[in-house]
């Protein structure tokens, strides 16, 4: 399938709709996604990046109805990820010689994924080519989220090829913004940024800045996955800068594993604690071992707090919540507070350990973590109901320890 996306610029890439886990394992697609590419038909005939590698052969015999391959000038990559350059060695073994456009460390991620002796070309930001009646500019964008990422902008058009940054992973046959489902569409856009721009905030609004200070039009944002946006395109440039500015609702999250059940237990007394203190506050909980993690991380993106849960198990945490507890590290949150609690047996150390864990991750931890013995009594539950509304009082008063 291919369709026109403006005057000069049609869409050649794949809509993966089987698609449910990225990265690996490491993130969950359960809309699916797109892999989009992009071919520029001016004076000069330039294409914006392939497909991932298994749709290789089925991309390339696409392209072939679309275009004769030898009227490609050259190719831009914006990323060297196999997600958006996996049909690249298929192509080049056509159109042999063809110049690829990419940055200097796009060329060692290329030539460390496929060891191929190619005709790159390298650009930095600034740098333009003239295609006849529209230029392409190119625009570093290093660590969003690779370090050989770069965006690029067809004058004229006025399209910006935003590469993962304003993108989805999302499957649909509504291809434009104002077309696409848009609960589903903005539940996508901040699990996609959650989960793989958070780390880089400060990046994405000093990079915002600096294209806007270009002073271009964009009539369009054409990223590399889910939908293409057409109808008022800053919508989401503008969503980016709120979420990457240590962005919070009015939500707390309680993440816990339990074993007997007696910390989900825990967990459930801590939430009516918190409702009683604050009976505006969304509460959210899940069970690690059994929610989705990237679900799990986007609702701790929205959160102002978490409470994060789990018996001891040889002096140490059950794995899905030293799990989760990297992937909350190495995300690097921002402006949230935290709190630890579980159940135990006989020694107790998950409570301490998770506490400490909160903090090295950047959390401010107002409250001392609480832990009850066995399957929590009454006196228990009511401890775990005063602790979740002391922990939100704590939050209403300002307090961080």
Known sequence: ?????????????????ELRKFHGEELSTHRGSSYNSYLIRDEKTVLVDTVWGPFAGEFVDNLKKEIDLT????????????????????LLREIPGTP???????VKSLKGHYHGDWNFQTVKTGDRINLGATDLIFVEAP????????????????????????????????????????DELYNEAIKYYSNILTPFSKLVEKKINEVVSLN??????CPSHGIIWRKDPLQIVNKYLEWARGYQENQITIVYDTMWNGTRRMAEEIARGIKSADSEVAVKLFNSARSDRNDIITEIFKSKA???????INKGLLASVAGIMEVIKGLSFKNKKAAAFGAYGWSGESVKLLSAALADAGFAVPVEGIKE?????????????TFGRTFALSLANGKTG
Not at 216 to 221: A, F, K, N, R
Not at 306 to 312: A, D, K, N
Request: charged share 15%; hydrophobic share 45%; aromatic share 14%.
């Open 1 to 17: 399938m291919a369709f026109k996306v403006s005057e000069h610029v049609t869409w050649v890439g794949k809509i993966d709709w």
């Open 71 to 90: 009227k490609i000038d050259f190719i831009i990559a914006n990323h060297g990820e196999t997600d958006h350059s996996g049909a690249l060695p298929a």
């Open 100 to 106: 690829v456009y990419c940055t200097a460390n796009a």
């Open 143 to 182: 660590m969003l989220h690779w370090p050989d990422s770069m965006f690029c902008y067809l004058t004229g058009d006025n399209i910006l090829f935003s590469n993962d940054a304003f993108g989805q992973h999302y499957a649909t046959e509504y291809m434009f913004n104002d077309l696409a489902d848009q």
């Open 216 to 221: 271009l039009p964009v009539s369009m944002i």
């Open 306 to 312: 978490i409470l994060v849960g789990s018996s001891t």
């Open 373 to 385: 013995l066995w399957n929590p009594d009454s006196e228990a539950r009511e401890n775990c109901f």
